[in-house]
């Protein structure tokens, strides 16, 4: 780890932390690229890696010695956390896991011909990217939010380099 004068747990969560702002910087490059190219064919498949990475800084996180590592919702600012919720919920049902709700399957059709067996259903696997129309608000949450976590950590690392000027 990083320093002898630190305890396991405050290591840990201070390299979380380091990890969240990692994370969440990445996912304004991401945003903005889509933004600068918004015709470019990865365009889809780029904003919704970029709803999922959103995600995993708020998502449970382990490590050896604090079971559960999660940002915290206080460093977004309040005028974003509705739009904070609807892409978390978003990330839940479209992006990162399989909800049928949104798939809608029907149709299911299973029958053996000549001794293979078939199975065939309608879906509707399109994922629709309405989020994408919110994509400059979704910029200004993320950017405003990395400017709240900066100014965070900067406190973080005053108190760290204190703590460790008093056991020198």
Not at 7 to 33: A, G, M, P, R
Not at 53 to 62: F, G
Not at 103 to 108: A, G, M, Q, S, T
């Given at each position: 780890?990083?320093t002898n004068?630190?305890?396991?747990?405050?290591?840990?969560?201070?390299?979380?932390?380091?990890?969240?702002?990692?994370?969440?910087?990445?996912?304004?490059?991401?945003?903005?690229?889509i933004q600068?190219?918004?015709?470019?064919?990865?365009?889809?498949?780029?904003?919704?890696?970029?709803?999922?990475?959103?995600?995993?800084?708020?998502?449970?996180?382990?490590?050896?010695?604090?079971?559960?590592?999660?940002?915290?919702?206080?460093?977004?600012?309040?005028?974003?956390?509705?739009?904070?919720?609807?892409?978390?919920?978003?990330?839940?049902?479209?992006?990162?896991?399989?909800?049928?709700?949104?798939?809608?399957?029907?149709?299911?059709?299973?029958?053996?011909?000549?001794?293979?067996?078939?199975?065939?259903?309608?879906?509707?696997?399109?994922?629709?990217?309405?989020?994408?129309?919110?994509?400059?608000?979704?910029?200004?949450?993320?950017?405003?939010?990395?400017?709240?976590?900066?100014?965070?950590?900067?406190?973080?690392?005053?108190?760290?380099?204190?703590?460790?000027?008093?056991?020198?």
């Open positions: 780890m990083i004068f630190l305890t396991i747990k405050e290591q840990e969560n201070y390299l979380h932390f380091q990890f969240c702002i990692s994370t969440i910087s990445s996912v304004s490059k991401i945003l903005k690229d600068n190219n918004p015709e470019h064919p990865l365009t889809n498949p780029a904003f919704g890696y970029a709803i999922v990475q959103y995600a995993v800084p708020y998502t449970t996180s382990k490590a050896k010695e604090t079971p559960s590592l999660k940002l915290k919702k206080k460093y977004i600012p309040k005028k974003y956390l509705t739009l904070h919720e609807e892409i978390m919920r978003e990330r839940d049902r479209k992006y990162a896991h399989m909800d049928l709700s949104v798939i809608d399957p029907r149709n299911l059709n299973v029958k053996e011909v000549d001794g293979v067996i078939f199975s065939t259903y309608a879906a509707n696997y399109i994922i629709p990217f309405h989020l994408l129309n919110k994509l400059n608000e979704i910029i200004s949450l993320v950017d405003d939010t990395i400017e709240n976590l900066l100014n965070e950590s900067i406190t973080r690392q005053k108190k760290i380099i204190s703590k460790q000027n008093s056991t020198l």
